[in-house]
């Protein structure tokens, strides 16, 4: 079964680009899907599929596969953009799974 | 527009069973391909899905909690009822229920829509 790797945290200066990663065996194999999490909310999706934004994402949240890592990257980032990342796949063993979501902060 | 809301006791006892319902609105749980799970947040830690029904009754456990989890749906009523038996203090935790989201000419699929949160807290 799946299992992701998320880096504990990570910080980024605002106006700068963060780069979130999400390690996991043979990962282009599946659909990577990245949720943010602000304190005291629900999780929203930000990345669907890889690289597809939802409606209402701005365009400054894109994901990539390279390898065996998913990658959220994050451009011009605002304060407001400070939260846990998540990404998740679904497995056909383990069904759902999810990262560790480690906390972007932006100092 | 999609809507859910979990609704159940904030606290429970050790060995108590945990009822929960999902009660949502904007979509039907007789509509092929749909489905409603429930995902848990531990105070200060990472998701953890635990369920998922589908339209068709077909329901899916995390295996490791399998045996102590149930899901249950009730079309006419709008809700999918989750049941976890034998509740210990590590259960504490946020429960969530969740759209799935899919793409038809994709595999797997994510939550798109959630609810508020349920949290639960096992105390004697």
């Known amino acids: 079964s799946q299992v992701l790797t998320q880096p504990p945290s990570e910080s980024v200066a605002p106006g700068k680009t963060a780069r979130i990663t999400c390690g996991g065996k043979n990962i282009g194999s599946y659909s990577v899907h990245w949720y943010q999490q602000k304190p005291g909310q629900a999780p929203i999706l930000v990345i669907i599929?890889?690289?597809v934004r939802p409606s209402g994402i701005p365009e400054r949240f894109s994901g990539s596969i390279s390898g065996n890592t998913a990658t959220l990257t994050i451009s011009r980032v605002e304060a407001g953009d400070e939260a846990d990342y998540y990404c998740?796949?679904?497995?056909?063993?383990?069904?759902?799974?999810f990262g560790a979501g480690p906390k972007l902060t932006v100092v | 527009q999609i809507t859910l809301k979990e609704s159940g006791p904030s606290l429970v006892k050790p060995t108590q069973t945990l009822t929960l319902t999902c009660t949502f609105s904007?979509?039907?749980?007789?509509?092929?391909?749909?489905?409603v799970g429930w995902i848990r947040q531990p105070p200060g830690k990472a998701l953890e899905w635990l369920a998922l029904i589908y339209w068709d009754d077909d329901a899916r456990y995390r295996p490791s909690l399998k045996s102590r989890l149930t899901v249950t749906k009730d079309t006419s009523k709008n809700q999918v009822v989750l049941t976890m038996t034998n509740m210990d203090p590590v259960d504490t935790a946020t429960y969530y229920c969740a759209h799935r989201g899919h793409l038809a000419d994709r595999s797997g699929y994510n939550f798109d829509y959630w609810g508020q949160g349920n949290l639960v807290t096992v105390s004697s």
């Open positions: 998740q796949v679904w497995d056909f063993i383990s069904d759902v799974v």
């Open positions: 904007g979509f039907s749980l007789n509509t092929s391909g749909v489905g």
């Open positions: 599929y890889d690289s």
